[in-house]
C-alpha cells in the first residue's frame, strides 16, 4: 500500500525558511512523481512543485519564483520541499500526492495517492 508522510510544518515568523518532508513508501511501478500542493483557508488546492522520481527532473508553479525548492534523496524514499523567504500568504496546509511520470498533476488520473498535510503558518 501506498504511504506519504509529510513533516516539517510548523510557525515560522515572516522571512523565514521551513523544510518539509514526504517520506514515501509502497510504490512498485518504476515511472512516477512526487508532488506538493497547498490550500489555504478558504481556497481551492494548488499545485507547488513536482520532481519525476527516476530522473529527478523538477518543476514549478509559476507562482513559486526560486523561494521553494523540491528535491529527493533516493535513499530515504523521500522528497523535500525548502521554503525560504517566507510570507504570510504561504499560510497553507501542504501535502504531499504521488502520480504516473508524464501526466499533470493537475488533470484527471494526475494524482494516485495522497498524504495528510501538515500545517505551514506564516506569521506577519
Known amino acids: 500500500q501506498v504511504q506519504l508522510v509529510e513533516s516539517g510544518g510548523g510557525v515560522v515568523q515572516a522571512g523565514g525558511s521551513l523544510r518539509l518532508s514526504c517520506a514515501a513508501s509502497?510504490?512498485?511501478?518504476?515511472?512516477?512523481?512526487i508532488h506538493w500542493f497547498r490550500q489555504a483557508p478558504g481556497e481551492e488546492r494548488e499545485f507547488v512543485a513536482g520532481?519525476?522520481?527516476?530522473?529527478?527532473?523538477?518543476y514549478y508553479a509559476d507562482f513559486v519564483k526560486s523561494r521553494l525548492t523540491i528535491s529527493r534523496d533516493i535513499a530515504k524514499n523521500t522528497v523535500y520541499l525548502q521554503m525560504n523567504s517566507l510570507k504570510p500568504e504561504d499560510t497553507a496546509t501542504y501535502y504531499c500526492a504521488t502520480g504516473p511520470s508524464g501526466v499533470s498533476p493537475t488533470l484527471d488520473g494526475g494524482i494516485d495517492y495522497w498524504g495528510q498535510g501538515t500545517q505551514v503558518t506564516v506569521s506577519s
Open positions: 520532481i519525476n522520481w527516476d530522473d529527478g527532473s523538477k
Open positions: 509502497g510504490r512498485t511501478d518504476s515511472t512516477y512523481a
